[in-house]
């Protein structure tokens, strides 16, 4: 059973901010939501990672819902190079839990 | 630092033929694993180690096989290759279970 749901696609035009939405209401206490996004072909990338409040690095920003139950990206000034399919894990921080794909969200950043 | 080396980047590959996909990773990360890309599709993890000596399977672990006898290697064997097994291989590594992935660029294979 996926552990998330995300929109399959989602434009945004360029400059503007790419707000990408994740569904995660099963969500237990101790696992963390993770961003990564992969651009065409290319290996995926790690974006960020949050528990319960809401964190920002120099990719991103990531908002979680009080309840833990849903969160968003956010790139605050998309480019071109933003064009990629992110994607939305839950897991544990600690212990051996695999890191497992979802479909992710197709972000196509238009000029 | 050269993070997470995929070699080789293109292979064909025979029916039947066998052959290691190699990984080597320089963070000293524990945690490594192998996910598989089909065209249009996305990734699916193979096998994957928590550390030197321990391998576990993945969601699509049949026709492979892993071994990790250091903590920088986890080499992938394609046991007896089939055109099912065409496809582009991820290897990954993290310091902790924590920890954000580093990615490598990849093994794209063919089998015909």
């Known amino acids: 059973d996926a552990k998330t749901t995300q929109p399959t696609s989602m434009d945004c035009a360029e400059g503007r901010a790419a707000n990408l939405p994740c569904n995660h209401s099963?969500?237990?206490?101790?696992?963390?939501v993770y961003w990564y996004r992969q651009i065409h072909s290319q290996g995926p990338q790690y974006i960020i990672h949050g528990l319960k409040n809401n964190e920002t690095n120099e990719m991103a920003s990531l908002i979680i819902t009080e309840d833990r139950k849903s969160s968003t990206l956010i790139l605050p000034h998309a480019t071109l190079r933003d064009t990629a399919v992110y994607y939305c894990i839950v897991r544990p921080y600690s212990g051996n839990t695999p890191l497992v794909f979802g479909k992710g969200t197709r972000l196509s950043v238009i000029a | 630092n050269a993070g997470v080396t995929q070699t080789p980047k293109f292979q064909v590959l025979k029916t039947g033929q066998s052959m290691t996909l190699q990984c080597a990773q320089d963070m000293n990360h524990e945690y490594m694993s192998w996910y598989r890309q089909d065209p249009g599709m996305g990734l699916r993890l193979i096998h994957y180690?928590?550390?030197?000596?321990?391998?576990d399977q993945g969601e699509v672990p049949n026709g492979y096989n892993v071994s990790r006898s250091t903590t920088e290697d986890f080499p992938l064997r394609l046991l007896s290759a089939a055109p099912s097994q065409t496809s582009v291989y991820f290897c990954a590594s993290s310091r902790q279970s924590g920890y954000g992935y580093t990615f490598g660029s990849g093994t794209r294979l063919t089998v015909v």
């Open positions: 180690s928590v550390g030197a000596g321990i391998t």
């Open positions: 099963t969500i237990s206490g101790n696992e963390y």
